[in-house]
């Protein structure tokens, strides 16, 4: 049974730059959440996709968005990047066909350098 | 929006002794309470939860307490071992906001021998 995969496990790029990443959600999942955690601190909320739609989003600008697949996998992309996009990006994922508040299970994450 | 507040931000306790994390939220409608396990380098790891419909929970040396009314709960390890030092994150979710789930800033915790 995997678990949350995520793709890559490391990344460096160049401010202005565009990226893309990865996840497979946990077999029997059906919703994804994106977390940006930056270096001591809790991850914070990007945002949900379910049914292949944003669900629910946090406080972050355009430049951040992403899509679900028919799969239930997920990519997050990133334009414009600038320094402080450096972070951890964790990929959650739950099963929301069973109701409400189900738990969400983590990825490795993607480490993310901006030079 | 919701808002979690953890404290303390770092913990240091003996080998065998009992830690305690205590958190606070906002959102009066937020019912579901994760805790997370993060060791240095790996991905948070849910340790226990709890819903609003109950005031305690408890899994071998890990317990949880709810308080609705003062909107704060606690993390609770006892007797505990080397492997239980890490960050540790409370987080809240609530049902009007799509359940996305808002953590705390985190709390280290260290075990000495």
């Known amino acids: 049974d995997a678990g949350v995969t995520q793709s890559p496990t490391h990344l460096i790029k160049t401010r202005g730059q565009q990226v893309t990443l990865r996840c497979s959600p946990k077999?029997?999942?059906?919703?994804v959440s994106w977390y940006q955690q930056a270096l001591g601190q809790g991850p914070q909320f990007i945002f949900q996709?379910?049914?292949?739609?944003?669900?629910q989003r946090g406080n972050f600008p355009d430049r951040f968005s992403g899509h679900q697949f028919p799969n239930y996998s997920s990519e997050l992309n990133v334009n414009a990047l600038l320094l402080g996009d450096s972070a951890l990006y964790l990929c959650?994922?739950?099963?929301?066909?069973?109701?409400?508040?189900?738990?969400?299970?983590f990825g490795d994450g993607t480490r993310l350098s901006i030079l | 929006g919701e808002n979690v507040e953890q404290h303390p931000s770092t913990l240091s306790v003996q080998e065998g002794d009992s830690a305690v994390i205590k958190c606070t939220y906002s959102d009066s409608a937020s019912n579901y309470f994760p805790w997370y396990k993060q060791e240095l380098g790996k991905r948070p790891q849910l340790i226990i939860d709890?819903?609003?419909?109950?005031g305690e929970k408890k899994d071998q040396r890990i317990a949880v307490t709810l308080n609705k009314t003062a909107k704060h709960f606690s993390l609770h390890i006892t007797e505990t071992q080397p492997e239980d030092s890490a960050v540790y994150f409370c987080a809240a979710s609530s049902p009007i906001e799509d359940d996305k789930i808002i953590f705390g800033k985190g709390t280290r915790l260290h075990i000495l021998p």
């Open positions: 709890i819903r609003s419909n109950v």
């Open positions: 077999s029997g999942h059906d919703t």
């Open positions: 996709y379910y049914e292949e739609e944003e669900r």
């Open positions: 959650a994922s739950s099963f929301l066909g069973g109701g409400d508040n189900q738990p969400q299970h």
